[in-house]
């Protein structure tokens, strides 16, 4: 078997070669941002894309984070996320477990309509939805995005976090069953931590999904004080569209905490792509 | 009596335990997903009195040439689209796979490079790419002053011609790993058992490639192509960012997503031809495209519980 797979040194090289140009392409856009962001003004960015900066205009992240309310969109970014984690993360476990633990009549059916939520997309269902959340009168507040956003995210996680508990034995919780144990209880101190780890991909895939979601606050958001970073960018495009080492610094701005949660599970991100990769 | 009380007990907590979810998404998704089947048989700009119009709003769809046309053009272009991104992510995701699973050098850096992407938001990789491939931006310059491949600038996203493919461009950058991902674990899925068998026959590295590991990758390629379809045929992220609800230029870049989108909430500010109703009928409609993806989709997963 590792015979099959070593490459002869020519081989070797040439593959080498194909994977750096991918390389090349994949990491160019962004060097480029970094690279351009960095420059003092427009002329440089035009005159030679490719150049180091005259001088390291750090300036520019300042200017962009406060010349565009970006405090503003990444706390109600922070505030939709992470509301969402929590949301997402303790209903659909609780849900999940007595789906499957304590199974009644309907359960079947009901498990059935979660996964309707996992074949058709919420947003197609945009028109009814925003009848829904206009008559509630949650147009224009964060809570309604969290909500909506929270419930676009619920299939996936109840089908993730129902796949795991099936795969798990039930010894521990008929034990506390048998010393009398009521549902609360087992849920909290016996199924929480026995399906952390499916609880941890679901949180992330519900950070990173939520942090990035686009047409969901367009939808549901009018005033510029309620914008999650997403629609912000937008905003920020409106001011600073020619003004590109600007915008490659706002661009940069809004990539970092995904790419520092990719960075601290990128094992997971990967896990979590193959076992419930039914959402993108 | 003990006994039933511990019963009524863990019977009125197991509906607490459910309520929150099941109400969560029984309201915000749920319903929804079943009112599609009422709002589509009104009329109803968005506020004032509903109108019951019956089927109305499919036969203008189906009949009326200034919706056919629309839809046509939006579907159609929504084929294309797909199109392009599929054969991109399978050709290019297998040919990478391939090469990673050999004993390449530095694979695993290279791995979690291709992976960088694919975290990123889609409004941050719209917005970037548009500045990478604008007419005075970096990508012109190489190719024209750099590498001399062409006289002037290329539009990418104002030639009517060139945008929908660039759109598809972007997806593919964006989401190129997911494929490579799901590929090369169905090539390392593989190895263990049927290739020491196929060595062990003697075969050589392009039978075995042929014979053992392209069968084996027919299931990763059916699940990528209809994970790509549902997303594509739903989400227009990029088209409403970078050309907005028109999808400008000259509806060049109108999809289905798009469409939908127009017909509930306008394509600008000034349009007075709004209809819920018909946003509904369109969401039906694309809704039934992809049911056979997505049942297909569903079913596979629940099988392999």
Same mark, same amino acid.
């Given at each position: 078997?590792?015979?099959?797979?070593?490459?002869?040194?020519?081989?070797?090289?040439?593959?080498?070669?194909?994977?750096?140009?991918?390389?090349?392409?994949?990491?160019?856009?962004?060097?480029?941002?970094?690279?351009?962001?960095?420059?003092?003004?427009?002329?440089?960015?035009?005159?030679?894309?490719?150049?180091?900066?005259?001088?390291?205009?750090?300036?520019?992240?300042?200017?962009?984070?406060?010349?565009?309310? %970006?405090?503003?969109?990444?706390?109600?970014?922070?505030?939709?996320?992470?509301?969402?984690?929590?949301?997402?993360?303790?209903?659909?476990?609780?849900?999940?477990?007595?789906?499957?633990?304590?199974?009644?009549?309907?359960?079947? %059916?009901?498990?059935?309509?979660?996964?309707?939520?996992?074949?058709?997309?919420?947003?197609?269902?945009?028109?009814?939805?925003?009848?829904?959340?206009?008559?509630?009168?949650?147009?224009?507040?964060?809570?309604?995005?969290?909500?909506?956003?929270?419930?676009?995210?619920?299939?996936?996680?109840?089908?993730?976090?129902?796949?795991?508990?099936?795969?798990?034995?039930?010894?521990?919780?008929?034990?506390?069953?048998?010393?009398?144990?009521?549902?609360?209880?087992?849920?909290?101190?016996?199924?929480?931590?026995?399906?952390?780890?499916?609880?941890?991909?679901?949180?992330?895939?519900?950070?990173?999904?939520?942090?990035?979601?686009?047409?969901?606050?367009?939808?549901?958001?009018?005033?510029?004080?309620?914008?999650?970073?997403?629609?912000?960018?937008?905003?920020?495009?409106?001011?600073?569209?020619?003004?590109?080492?600007?915008?490659?610094?706002?661009?940069?701005?809004?990539?970092?905490?995904?790419?520092?949660?990719?960075?601290?599970?990128?094992?997971?991100?990967?896990?979590?792509?193959?076992?419930?990769?039914?959402?993108? | 009596?003990?006994?039933?009380?511990?019963?009524?007990?863990?019977?009125?907590?197991?509906?607490?335990?459910?309520?929150?979810?099941?109400?969560?998404?029984?309201?915000?998704?749920?319903?929804?997903?079943?009112?599609?089947?009422?709002?589509?048989?009104?009329?109803?700009?968005?506020?004032?009195?509903?109108?019951?119009?019956?089927?109305?709003?499919?036969?203008?769809?189906?009949?009326?040439?200034?919706?056919?046309?629309?839809?046509?053009?939006?579907?159609?272009?929504?084929?294309?689209?797909?199109?392009?991104?599929?054969?991109?992510?399978?050709?290019?995701?297998?040919?990478?796979?391939?090469?990673?699973?050999?004993?390449?050098?530095?694979?695993?850096?290279?791995?979690?490079?291709?992976?960088?992407?694919?975290?990123?938001?889609?409004?941050?990789?719209?917005?970037?790419?548009?500045?990478?491939?604008?007419?005075?931006?970096?990508?012109?310059?190489?190719?024209?002053?750099?590498?001399?491949?062409?006289?002037?600038?290329?539009?990418?996203?104002?030639?009517?011609?060139?945008?929908?493919?660039?759109?598809?461009?972007?997806?593919?950058?964006?989401?190129?790993?997911?494929?490579?991902?799901?590929?090369?674990?169905?090539?390392?899925?593989?190895?263990?058992?049927?290739?020491?068998?196929?060595?062990?026959?003697?075969?050589?590295?392009?039978?075995?490639?042929?014979?053992?590991?392209?069968?084996?990758?027919?299931?990763?390629?059916?699940?990528?192509?209809?994970?790509?379809?549902?997303?594509?045929?739903?989400?227009?992220?990029?088209?409403?960012?970078?050309?907005?609800?028109?999808?400008?230029?000259?509806?060049?870049?109108?999809?289905?997503?798009?469409?939908?989108?127009?017909?509930?909430?306008?394509?600008?500010?000034?349009?007075?031809?709004?209809?819920?109703?018909?946003?509904?009928?369109?969401?039906?409609?694309?809704?039934?495209?992809?049911?056979?993806?997505?049942?297909?989709?569903?079913?596979?997963?629940?099988?392999?519980?």
């Amino acid at each position: 078997m590792e015979r099959l797979f070593k490459l002869k040194p020519l081989e070797q090289a040439v593959v080498q070669l194909i994977l750096l140009v991918y390389t090349a392409i994949v990491v160019f856009p962004i060097g480029i941002a970094i690279l351009n962001s960095l420059k003092p003004n427009l002329g440089e960015v035009y005159r030679s894309p490719f150049g180091i900066p005259s001088e390291w205009s750090w300036d520019n992240y300042a200017e962009a984070w406060f010349g565009a309310n %970006f405090s503003t969109y990444f706390m109600n970014s922070a505030i939709i996320s992470l509301s969402c984690v929590v949301v997402v993360t303790l209903c659909a476990s609780s849900t999940a477990f007595v789906i499957v633990r304590m199974p009644f009549r309907g359960s079947t %059916f009901l498990f059935g309509c979660f996964m309707l939520g996992v074949v058709i997309p919420i947003r197609l269902a945009l028109a009814p939805l925003f009848v829904i959340v206009k008559s509630l009168g949650l147009l224009d507040s964060l809570l309604g995005v969290i909500l909506v956003q929270s419930a676009s995210m619920m299939p996936v996680a109840v089908f993730i976090l129902t796949a795991f508990l099936r795969a798990v034995p039930a010894e521990l919780e008929d034990a506390a069953k048998m010393d009398g144990a009521l549902p609360f209880e087992i849920y909290w101190r016996v199924v929480v931590p026995l399906i952390r780890p499916a609880l941890a991909t679901v949180a992330l895939l519900t950070f990173v999904q939520s942090w990035n979601e686009y047409f969901l606050p367009l939808i549901f958001l009018q005033s510029e004080s309620n914008f999650p970073i997403t629609l912000g960018m937008t905003q920020f495009r409106l001011r600073f569209d020619v003004q590109w080492h600007l915008m490659f610094a706002g661009i940069l701005i809004m990539l970092v905490p995904t790419i520092v949660a990719f960075l601290l599970a990128s094992r997971q991100f990967i896990q979590g792509l193959t076992q419930g990769g039914l959402k993108e | 009596m003990a006994k039933s009380s511990y019963k009524q007990k863990a019977n009125w907590q197991r509906m607490a335990l459910l309520a929150p979810g099941v109400l969560l998404y029984g309201i915000f998704n749920f319903l929804p997903l079943l009112g599609l089947l009422a709002l589509c048989l009104v009329d109803w700009p968005g506020i004032g009195p509903m109108e019951f119009v019956g089927l109305k709003n499919f036969t203008d769809l189906f009949g009326n040439p200034f919706f056919r046309d629309q839809l046509i053009r939006a579907f159609g272009q929504n084929m294309i689209f797909f199109a392009i991104i599929i054969a991109a992510m399978l050709l290019l995701g297998t040919f990478f796979a391939l090469l990673l699973s050999f004993g390449t050098k530095g694979r695993h850096i290279y791995r979690s490079l291709f992976f960088l992407p694919y975290p990123l938001a889609g409004a941050a990789v719209a917005f970037l790419l548009e500045l990478i491939v604008r007419t005075r931006g970096p990508l012109n310059v190489l190719l024209v002053q750099g590498l001399h491949l062409v006289d002037k600038p290329i539009g990418f996203l104002g030639e009517p011609s060139l945008a929908l493919p660039t759109l598809a461009a972007f997806y593919s950058w964006h989401r190129m790993s997911f494929a490579i991902i799901l590929i090369l674990s169905a090539i390392v899925a593989v190895r263990i058992q049927l290739i020491e068998a196929a060595m062990l026959d003697g075969a050589s590295r392009r039978q075995t490639l042929k014979a053992v590991v392209f069968p084996v990758l027919a299931p990763a390629f059916i699940l990528i192509t209809v994970i790509v379809m549902v997303d594509v045929f739903n989400n227009a992220d990029y088209t409403l960012l970078l050309m907005g609800p028109e999808g400008s230029p000259g509806r060049a870049t109108d999809i289905m997503g798009t469409f939908l989108f127009r017909s509930a909430f306008g394509g600008s500010a000034t349009t007075v031809d709004v209809n819920f109703g018909m946003s509904a009928a369109i969401g039906l409609v694309t809704a039934l495209i992809i049911l056979p993806a997505a049942l297909f989709l569903a079913l596979r997963n629940l099988r392999r519980d």
